[in-house]
């Protein structure tokens, strides 16, 4: 089966610019999550999806960062204006339900690069 | 709050060793799952083995086991005969059963294995 797509890979944008990511999960996964990891750390999740519908988006940015997923099934995630706290990888992945044994499916990640 | 502790930031190892990855846990929780999930350098996060708490049989796959001390919240990881394809992040990583509360994550470890 195919696996989480993104797209792009690597970004590098100014800072108070914007960036859009994109990510295409398993299909039939009904769970897309949005992480952030910054280099040498653990991901830290932005937000939940189930379905269409926002499960946790408690350490999303709202100020800056957005994120959507139409028709349950893919995902964008936005941040308008970037910071240079905000250069991590943006890594997606989806999982078949959201509930605590199953496996989550990442994709490759987008680099993001602010100067 | 549930926090996840890997308290060995870089291990490295000969080939054809064992190392064992180091995993603290907290939680007032009974009921969880937990997880291994290794990064390869500029390669996407894969499951390496998961344990769910109320088996006091502790996983194993292939080269892959885990030692689990319920008691102690400790979740180590044991890598038999390393290849120097677990050249990775480690990432130990703890989820409440049967709810949506997100994965939480350890800062993780960076293993490499030597020729």
Redesign the interface.
């Given at each position: 089966e195919a696996g989480v797509a993104q797209s792009p890979r690597y970004k590098i944008i100014e800072k108070r610019q914007s960036v859009a990511f994109w990510c295409n999960p398993i299909s039939g996964h009904a769970t897309l999550y949005w992480y952030q990891q910054i280099l040498g750390q653990g991901p830290k999740l932005l937000i939940q999806f189930q379905n269409n519908g926002v499960v946790d988006d408690s350490q999303l940015p709202k100020d800056r960062f957005s994120a959507e997923r139409l028709k349950g099934v893919d995902s964008t995630l936005k941040i308008q204006p970037a910071k240079l706290e905000d250069s991590a990888v943006y890594l997606c992945a989806s999982s078949l339900y959201g509930t605590g044994w199953y496996e989550q499916y990442f994709g490759p990640g987008t680099r993001l690069t602010v100067t | 709050a549930q926090t996840?502790t890997q308290s060995q930031p870089e291990m490295s190892v000969q080939e054809a060793e064992t190392v064992t990855l180091s995993c603290t846990y907290d939680t007032s929780e009974n009921n969880?799952?937990l997880f291994w999930y290794k990064q390869p350098p500029s390669?996407?996060?894969?499951?390496v083995i998961?344990q769910?708490a109320y088996k006091q049989q502790n996983a194993t796959e292939n080269r892959f086991s885990v030692n689990f001390q319920k008691a102690a919240k400790s979740f180590s990881l044991k890598i038999s005969d390393s290849q120097l394809g677990d050249t990775a992040m480690y990432?130990c990583?703890f989820?409440?059963?049967?709810?949506?509360?997100?994965?939480i994550?350890?800062?993780?470890t960076k293993l490499i294995i030597k020729p």
């Open positions: - | 996840v969880y799952y390669r996407q996060m894969i499951l998961r769910e990432f990583a989820r409440i059963m049967d709810s949506n509360y997100q994965l994550w350890g800062a993780g």
